[in-house]
């Protein structure tokens, strides 16, 4: 292939920021089969952060998953979810970047954080301009930062009515300070 990037290899932007010192951003595209060919209905999830220490100090950071050949992203299925931090390199975070891609029938997510605290993270739909350049469509998603290390012990999706169509236990997440980027699938 040559140096330009083909229409089915572009990262589709879900959501960016900054929080204190650091960027961060979330992207989606369709995962292609060796060869070029399409794949099915997969997502993948590029989650990036940088820590800007001067004008020519950058600590660059990027986290991609993709969902397996045997997920289809039913309502019934555990989503595709990837993280980023920084700093990444080993310190105590300071921020965490989160992306998340979840069957159409979900619209939110209720999370049980380390420690027990619960939060619920509401869902969008990509629109029809993000569902067309990343090939994508009727999926729901979630991208957010939060400051240090948000690690997630649980999570219950549920439909529009409240409904648990997904619920991840809580032996699905393993939380301890020493992650850094951990992949939840």
Known sequence: MSGATSKHDTWVGLDSGRVGDYLWEVKAKRK???????GSRRPCLLVGTTWRQGPFNLHRS?????????????????????TGVQPSSGSAVDMTAVGMIFAPAVRRVQVTLAGGRRQTVHLHRFSRAQARSARLSHFEYAAFATRGLWCAERLVAQSRAGKTLWDSGTDEFGCGAGDSGAKFE
């Not at 292609?32 to 399409?38: K, N, Y």
């Not at 990027?62 to 990837?82: Q, T």
């Open 32 to 38: 292609t089969r060796s060869g070029g060919q399409a």
């Open 62 to 82: 990027r986290y991609r998953a993709c969902a397996g050949a045997a997920s289809h992203l039913r309502a019934s299925d555990s989503p595709l979810i990837a």
